[in-house]
């Protein structure tokens, strides 16, 4: 769009620029920036438009772009020409994604690198290695503390190992995903240290105060996100002889991005692990980007413009990186991450499907549907080039983040019922054979998280204990069930490693001081790669839950209607116990695909004029792409065997 004032400044900025585009080679750099520059300037304005240094920031910011796009290395510049080509590639069915630890997973960097192999038997191609940055030694809320955003954890690696990592991914064709935790630092980060030397410049870094009259005020509001160990949004500190705010733990401070300083910091952060080989980058915590008085702090509309503009600029030095938000809040809410529109308002093309995870949970513990379908019901459709992130378990706790409302209409009393989740999951519940551990327990309104691995979730470290063999089966049927709907609703699965073999609780965070505190560790597991081999060895756990991922996976990958172009319709039967769904596509060559899975034990019966198949007469063949053979079918009547799921195709 062309419009006068900031095309006015625009040249102003490229005329001060001190790169000069004879010594480089700026065109795309150019063709984006004026493609974007309405929209920078615009944000820009409505963010930062008072103060008196606004031209100077403005410069700062281009100045940061043009540095970085200078910077990118050939290869990735390559790689942004061919994604703007492309530019539905991350909607493609084709990738599937695992999260991990590196440490957890295979010590380091090195080890994740040795380690690519394994991702590639089982079909992963898109890696989220989770935090890498220097941390500090003590506590660092799983490295979600960066004491430097520059440089990398040396018990993870060093910026030679990343590099050795992505190339050896790129050859593969793997994705890595990286975080940039945009919301706090550690208070051992640099600027933290000046702030606490009595530096204003980085006291206005973060939210700072002499007294408690502002952090009163901003308590009425704010929610507690640990109220166990870190109740309270504010921390003070000796040695400034101020309050600083800190909404996760008390050595995490939240950045204050009223001060475009600190965007331009962050942006050049972003910028910088782009450049580092990263082709997406999950930004952490992004409901929490600005905080206001009288609000509860999240979701502001100014956190939505902070993530526009970093879209925008990151359009411009490195348009082929993607952005994942975190965003585990309302599902009103988290859709607004991908942005108001997918060209002029744009955010994240990724976002954590947090709705879908608590409800399939929560179809767990009920063994029924009412809740899920409810819930997906009221998820509103989002904007097109966005996907989901689908997961099942990830390093975090799971919240029971489904709208009061959504329970209440399905005929539960949303108090009770959550206490009942946080007790079935607990295994205070009658026949629950799930061990979890109540997490973030706010004893103010009773509320609470639930941590735990998948597997000891679902029972199999109650069944393995016992012995039983049949409560075996239905736990590894259970975790099959829950990744065929990740795999299956449209979005990118996201695996958490370890549950590919099924592994279960890991209680030895109890024995580490700094973790102690954190029971979010007893899912956080070290593998045991002996136990991997056993992926091997038929008649195994480990086996049966590998290859029949690794089955489910590459199938995914061979059905078109998987990609997600909103192409999903819920289907309502009448039967409590399924959830059902088709995948469609307007090209008439592709296959319909429909989905059935049953959350209870027992086999469960759909009659096929309920649903779009039974419709033809006669029946056509029906065929589970998954299994490759004919599911049992009655009278036309179709039968879903316990825990058991399908992937349907009518056969032409
Ligand atoms: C995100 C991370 C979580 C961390 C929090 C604060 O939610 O997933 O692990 O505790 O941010 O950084």
Not at 179 to 197: G, I, K, M, P, Y
Not at 319 to 343: C, H, L, S
Not at 431 to 447: E, L, R, V, W, Y
Not at 540 to 563: C, G
Request: charged content about 25%; glycine content about 6%.
């Amino acid at each position: 769009m062309y419009e006068q004032i900031s095309h006015t400044l625009l040249n102003d900025i490229l005329n001060k620029l001190e790169y000069d585009a004879s010594q480089h080679d700026l065109r795309h750099f150019y063709t984006r920036l004026g493609a974007n520059f309405y929209g920078i300037h615009s944000l820009l304005q409505t963010l930062y438009g008072d103060r008196d240094d606004f031209e100077q920031q403005a410069l700062k910011l281009v100045e940061t772009m043009a540095r970085q796009y200078i910077e990118r290395p050939p290869v990735l510049r390559q790689k942004d020409i061919d994604r703007e080509q492309d530019y539905n590639w991350f909607l493609d069915q084709k990738w599937v994604g695992m999260a991990l630890y590196s440490q957890g997973f295979a010590g380091d960097l090195q080890g994740v690198t040795k380690h690519l192999g394994y991702f590639q038997e089982l079909g992963v191609n898109l890696v989220h290695i989770m935090p890498v940055m220097r941390c500090p030694e003590g506590s660092s809320d799983g490295g979600y503390a960066v004491s430097d955003f520059r440089t990398l954890d040396p018990r993870v690696g060093d910026l030679n190992d990343l590099k050795q990592l992505t190339q050896e991914m790129r050859e593969r064709d793997m994705l890595l995903v990286l975080d940039v935790v945009v919301n706090h630092t550690s208070d051992e980060h640099e600027w933290a240290q000046l702030a606490r030397n009595g530096y204003t410049n980085f006291q206005d870094y973060y939210y700072t105060f002499t007294n408690r009259n502002v952090p009163d005020m901003f308590e009425q509001n704010m929610p507690e996100v640990f109220p166990e160990t870190s109740p309270g949004n504010f921390t003070w500190d000796e040695e400034m002889q101020r309050w600083v705010m800190t909404v996760f733990n008390d050595y995490q401070w939240d950045l204050n991005y009223s001060n475009p300083e600190v965007f331009i910091e962050m942006l050049d952060i972003i910028l910088y692990w782009a450049n580092r080989g990263a082709d997406i980058l999950r930004l952490d915590a992004v409901a929490f980007l600005w905080k206001k008085i009288g609000s509860t702090c999240q979701n502001e509309r100014e956190a939505h413009l902070i993530l526009q503009l970093m879209k925008d600029c990151c359009q411009v030095t490195a348009p082929g990186v993607a952005f994942i938000a975190e965003a585990i809040v309302a599902p009103v809410e988290v859709i607004k991450y991908f942005g108001e529109d997918a060209v002029i308002a744009k955010e994240c093309e990724i976002a954590y499907n947090a709705t879908f995870m608590s409800l399939l949970w929560d179809a767990v513990a009920t063994k029924n549907v009412k809740l899920l379908k409810q819930g997906i019901k009221s998820l509103p459709v989002k904007l097109e080039r966005a996907t989901w992130l689908n997961y099942i378990r990830c390093h975090d706790d799971i919240g029971l983040g489904f709208d009061d409302s959504d329970i209440a209409k399905v005929g539960y009393d949303p108090i009770t019922h959550r206490q009942f989740l946080i007790n079935y999951y607990t295994g205070n519940y009658p026949d629950s054979h799930a061990k979890g551990q109540p997490f973030g327990h706010n004893k103010k309104n009773g509320d609470a998280r639930i941590s735990g691995s998948l597997a000891s979730l679902v029972g199999l470290e109650y069944a393995i204990e016992t012995g039983n063999s049949d409560d075996i089966d239905s736990a590894v049927n259970f975790i099959l069930l829950l990744h065929s709907l990740i795999l299956s609703f449209g979005g990118i699965p996201l695996l958490y490693y370890g549950d590919e073999i099924g592994t279960i609780n890991d209680n030895s965070f109890t024995d580490d001081p700094d973790k102690a505190n954190d029971n979010r560790w007893m899912h956080r597991p070290i593998i045991d790669w002996d136990k991997a081999e056993r992926r091997h060895t038929s008649g195994t756990v480990e086996f049966h839950l590998f290859n029949s991922l690794k089955r489910m996976i590459a199938v995914r990958k061979e059905i078109n209607v998987f990609a997600d172009f909103n192409n999903r319709n819920l289907i309502d039967v009448d039967n409590e116990h399924l959830f059902v769904f088709e995948r469609n596509s307007l090209d008439f060559n592709d296959k319909t695909v429909l989905v059935i899975a049953n959350f209870d034990s027992k086999p469960q019966s759909l009659h096929l004029e309920n649903i779009a198949v039974g419709s033809h007469q006669p029946m056509p063949q029906i065929v589970d792409l998954y299994s490759g053979s004919s599911p049992d079918i009655f009278n036309n009547t179709i039968v879903v065997p316990g825990y058991g799921f399908y992937w349907l195709s009518t056969k032409l």
